[in-house]
């Protein structure tokens, strides 16, 4: 099989790589959906 870069993501990239400020987002993006989840009990988002 030829290799190709995959669109998506199947690890995190270490944490030099990203901006502090992406980490922040989207720890609290999923912070928010699991609170979503949790009030609602249902995955509205997938």
Same mark, same amino acid.
């Given at each position: 099989m030829p290799t190709q870069p995959s669109m998506h993501v199947t690890h /995190? $990239? #270490? +944490?030099?790589? /990203? #901006?502090s400020s992406v980490l922040f987002f989207v720890s609290v993006a999923l912070d928010v959906l !699991?609170? +979503?989840? #949790? !009030?609602?009990?249902? $995955?509205?988002? !997938?």
């Open positions: /995190m $990239p #270490d +944490e030099g790589v /990203m #901006d !699991i609170l +979503e989840k #949790d !009030i609602y009990h249902a $995955p509205f988002w !997938i």
